[in-house]
C-alpha cells in the first residue's frame, strides 16, 4: 500500500507541472476579480479530470482487475510490453518537439472565455487523452488489487496534487498582492521551460516500466 501511495503521489506531483494549465491560472490572476475565476477554473480542472479517472477505474478498471487476477496473465503482459513501447516511442517524440511546445501560446477562445469553470474544464477535456501519467497512475492502482474505496481514496489524492499549482497561484494574489504577479511571471517562465523535459523524461520511465512488467511477466509464464 505505501508503495503504490507514493507512486501515484510522485505522478501527481509530476503531472501537476502543465504550462498551458499553469500559464492560464497565471494569466486569470491578472484579470478583474482574479480569485472568483481563479476557483472556478481550479474546480473545473479538478472536476473533469477526477471524472475521466472515475470512468477508467469503474469502467475499463474493472476489465484489467478480472484479466490480471485471472490464472493466464500472458496476454495482459503482452500488452504492457507492447504499450511500453509504444510509450517509449512517445516520449522519444515528446523531447524531440520539447522546444516547440514550450514556445506553445494561449490560444485567443482562452482570453475570451466568460466562465472560467468551464474554460478548466474544456481544457482539461481537450487535455485527458495525452494525460500519461494519469494513466500509468490508474494502472498502477487498478493492478495493486486494491479494494475500490482506496482506489477512489488515491485518485482524489492524484487531482488535489494536480490541481495543487493552481491553488498555489490562487493563494498567492490575497497574501501578497501586486507583488505576487512578478513571482507568477517567473513561475510562468519556469514551467513553460521545464515542463517539457519533465514531462519527455516521465513518460519514458513509464514506458521503461511498462516494458520491464510486460517482458518479466512474458519470460516467467
Do not use: C, K
Amino acid at each position: 500500500m505505501l508503495a503504490i501511495t507514493l507512486l501515484v503521489l510522485s505522478l501527481g506531483l509530476a503531472d501537476s507541472i502543465n504550462p498551458v494549465t499553469i500559464a492560464v491560472a497565471i494569466y486569470l490572476a491578472s484579470t478583474p476579480d482574479p480569485q472568483r475565476r481563479l476557483a472556478g477554473y481550479t474546480v473545473g480542472v479538478f472536476a473533469v479530470y477526477l471524472a475521466g479517472g472515475l470512468v477508467l477505474i469503474v469502467g475499463p478498471g474493472v476489465l484489467l482487475r478480472t484479466a490480471t487476477q485471472g490464472r493466464d496473465t500472458r496476454a495482459v503482459h503482452l500488452a504492457s510490453l507492447v504499450i511500453g513501447v509504444v510509450v517509449i516511442a512517445l516520449a522519444i517524440a515528446l523531447w524531440a518537439n520539447r522546444r516547440r511546445w514550450a514556445g506553445r501560446q494561449l490560444p485567443d477562445w482562452v482570453l475570451r472565455t466568460e466562465s472560467s469553470f468551464w474554460l478548466g474544464a474544456a481544457m482539461t477535456a481537450l487535455d485527458l487523452p495525452t494525460a500519461f501519467p494519469y494513466f500509468g497512475a490508474i494502472g498502477a492502482v487498478v493492478s495493486s488489487d486494491l479494494a475500490l474505496p482506496a482506489e477512489l481514496v488515491l485518485l482524489i489524492a492524484f487531482n488535489v496534487l494536480y490541481v495543487l499549482p493552481l491553488v498555489v497561484v490562487l493563494l498567492a494574489r490575497p497574501l501578497f498582492g501586486v507583488r505576487a504577479e512578478a513571482a507568477l511571471a517567473r513561475i510562468r517562465d519556469a514551467v513553460e521551460r521545464l515542463a517539457p523535459v519533465v514531462l519527455s523524461l516521465l513518460t519514458f520511465a513509464l514506458g521503461v516500466v511498462l516494458v520491464i512488467h510486460g517482458a518479466s511477466g512474458l519470460e516467467g509464464s
